[in-house]
């Protein structure tokens, strides 16, 4: 074999073994996510993770949260979710092409993977709530936020990003890369809420010519970066 096809197969070589460990870490980074994803879905007292910011003191507001899956949640409870749900968002679906239909929304809001965190004042009035689940996403674990909503006469007063930050929390503590959403782009106070809580486009958000009336945004979880092992490349 001459010098330079033998340097040649050389760099070949190292190219697949580069492309093997590129698959194999990509390979675990998935496993990893999957296994974080399985483990906050089990979790019995998530309160314990973000304890101090379930109490909410204002000058206007005194606001307890709690946490809990749907399953637990007491039918009132999840019953005035749907219908702040229905007061605040039918008139902005049925203005896109999604449209309302309340069956398909009821049906996503009682999925066994929902969990709620709901926010009320010292007399019990619910005020807001999110629904939120751990999952993978395009390769990500995430906390998925599918609603935060919050009684028209309790906004402005930092009780929607109180929530996001709570969110925030238990997306650091369960090791979710991202709390991700998504937004419909004619909802402006939403656009402006997402945005002064520290929510952007996230990658995965679909081309314009695809899709013009929702984006997907996100707010990156601030991990410390995992430090891969070295992989052996047996
Ligand atoms: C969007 C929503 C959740 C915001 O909740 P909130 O408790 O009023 O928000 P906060 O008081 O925490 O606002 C934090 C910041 O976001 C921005 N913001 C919030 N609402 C805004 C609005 N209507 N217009 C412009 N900026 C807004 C402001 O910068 C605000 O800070 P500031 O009040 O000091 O200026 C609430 O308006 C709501 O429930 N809307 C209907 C449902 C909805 O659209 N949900 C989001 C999509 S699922």
Redesign the pocket.
């Known amino acids: 074999m001459g010098v330079s096809t033998k340097k040649k197969s050389q760099a070949s070589a190292n190219k697949s073994k580069e492309k093997r460990q590129a698959r194999k870490l990509e390979q675990r980074r998935i496993a990893d996510g999957m296994a974080h994803v399985t483990s906050a879905n089990k979790l019995k007292d998530m309160a314990t993770l973000c304890k101090e910011l379930l109490v909410y003191r204002s000058r206007e507001l005194e606001v307890d949260m709690y946490i809990q899956r749907v399953t637990d949640l007491d039918k009132n409870v999840l019953d005035w979710a749907i219908d702040l749900t229905e007061r605040?968002?039918k008139r902005l679906y049925e203005t896109c092409a999604w449209g309302w239909n309340r069956e398909r929304k009821i049906e996503e809001m009682t999925d066994d993977a929902a969990w709620y965190l709901i926010a009320k004042d010292q007399k019990d009035n619910l005020l807001?709530f999110s629904h939120f689940r751990f999952d993978m996403d395009f390769g990500d674990p995430v906390l998925y936020c599918y609603?935060?909503?919050?009684e028209a006469g309790?906004?402005?007063?930092?009780?929607?990003?109180?929530l996001l930050r709570v969110l925030e929390r238990l997306a650091l503590a369960t090791r979710m890369r991202f709390v991700r959403l998504t937004?419909?782009t004619h909802?402006?106070?939403?656009t402006?809420?997402f945005k002064?809580?520290g929510y952007s486009l996230d990658e995965t958000s679909p081309p314009k010519e695809e899709a013009s009336h929702y984006e997907i945004l996100s707010k990156a979880t601030e991990m410390e970066e995992d430090i891969p092992e070295e992989l052996d490349d047996a």
């Open positions: 605040n968002m807001a609603e935060v909503q919050v309790g906004r402005r007063r930092g009780l929607g990003q109180q937004a419909l909802n402006p106070a939403a402006a809420f002064a809580c």
